[in-house]
């Protein structure tokens, strides 16, 4: 799945905006990939890009859904996976502030945890 990611990514940054749908295709034909956390967050960065940001929140959402449903959870992710977690949790956590959808509060509890998990 990563070649067929990096072609994708090729194509919307070469402004075919259409790789949006190529990448939709792709998630639904390797819906059990360990890389299908990767496919939802770049589909969160083009439709955040194109301003479609509730759609990229989910699309978000469903790649910190798809690494947290490994077995043993985000205790068990390698440190690539859980730096990507994090990194994906704050892309959820700064574009739905800037909509108005979550207080500080929210934000300073994802922080905190992160920070706990390190602590451990």
Known sequence: MEKELNEIRNKFQGGKHKAIDELRTLIDNFPTDDLLYKAHDLLGDFLNFL???VEAVQSWSNAL???EDNPGGIDQL??????????????IARTTHRQGLLNIIKIDFILTEIFFYYIR
């Open 51 to 53: 301003g479609q940001h």
């Open 78 to 91: 390698n440190e690539q996976k859980f730096l990507d977690w994090i990194n994906i949790s704050l892309a």
């Open 65 to 67: 859904k798809s690494l």
